[in-house]
Structures are given as structure tokens and as C-alpha cells.
């Protein structure tokens, strides 16, 4: 896994404070290394640009819950790169995975409301996780991380 994404890629930008997003990102990239060709980027948000939505194939985000919303940094990545996308117009398909000290929604919310204006598809349900992490929550993303890698190599996506 490189900082960086290129177009055999899928990108995972997450934002962590605690952890917890960071563990569901590898957990994801795990997934797409087991379930197809393709490789993963682990992207960390603040230091991650529009290059690490143009360069690659999909997109997962990962980020903590923040007072009822994703966190400050991957807002932050949304801020910097949302208008510079834009007439880009990239279409490309994204997941959401979302550590949640309360129930997710407002981050859910957000972040979707966020990715219609890329645009970018989103085709899977988010995955929540509340609390700590278990492994069965891992297993989750890892599951996410290798559906998306496999829809975008079957052409699904």
C-alpha cells in the first residue's frame, strides 16, 4: 500500500484520531488486496489533493463521527478539493465507512451530500460502526473494500 493512487487503485482517504477509521481503512484495503488484482491506497486526508480522486479507479472514505458529522479532517480534504473537481466531473463510484461514537447518520448525511456534487456514485450502503471495534466490524470493511475493488474490475461499477 503507497500514499498515493494511480488508475489500478482504489483510493482510501479516512481521517483518525482515535484509531478507530485508520483500522476500518486497512481493514478495507485488506479486503481489496484479498478479492482482486487491484491495489489499495491508504490516503490520509490532510496531506491527500484532488490527484487522489482523479488518479484512481473508486474511492472509499473512512472517517470518525464528530459531533453528529464526519470529522473536521476529511471535511477538510472536501473543502480543498470539492471546486477544483468539479468540472472534472468524475463519476466515480465510492463507499463509506463511518466510526460513530453516537449512530453515524449525520456523517452519513453529509459526506453523500457532499459526493452528488462531484459527482461521485455511491454503490454500497455505508458501513457504520458504533462503538469499539470488533473484529466482526472489521470484517465488514474488509468485506466492503474487496466488493468495491471487485465491482470496479468486473466493470459493476
Not at 28 to 47: F, I, K, R, T
Not at 56 to 76: H, Q, W, Y
Not at 110 to 138: N, S
Amino acid at each position: 500500500m503507497t500514499n498515493s493512487a494511480d488508475n489500478g487503485q482504489i483510493a482510501i482517504i479516512y481521517h483518525s484520531q482515535t484509531g478507530h477509521a485508520l483500522a476500518l481503512a486497512q481493514a478495507a484495503a485488506a479486503g481489496v488486496a484479498a478479492n482482486s488484482e487491484m491495489q489499495a491506497a491508504l490516503c490520509p486526508a490532510l496531506d491527500s489533493g484532488l490527484n487522489a480522486l482523479v488518479d484512481c479507479r473508486a474511492v472509499i472514505f473512512a472517517t470518525p463521527e464528530n459531533f453528529g458529522t464526519m470529522s473536521g479532517g476529511l471535511k477538510d480534504f472536501f473543502d480543498r478539493t470539492y471546486y477544483p473537481a468539479e468540472p472534472l466531473q468524475l463519476n466515480k463510484p465510492y463507499a463509506l465507512l463511518v466510526s460513530a461514537g453516537n449512530d453515524g447518520r449525520g456523517a452519513v448525511r453529509d459526506v453523500e451530500r457532499i459526493c452528488r456534487g462531484y459527482p461521485l456514485r455511491k454503490v454500497a450502503e455505508a458501513v457504520i460502526v458504533r462503538g469499539d471495534i470488533t473484529d466482526q466490524q472489521l470484517q465488514r470493511a474488509e468485506e466492503l473494500g474487496g466488493a468495491l475493488a471487485s465491482g470496479v474490475e468486473l466493470g459493476i461499477f
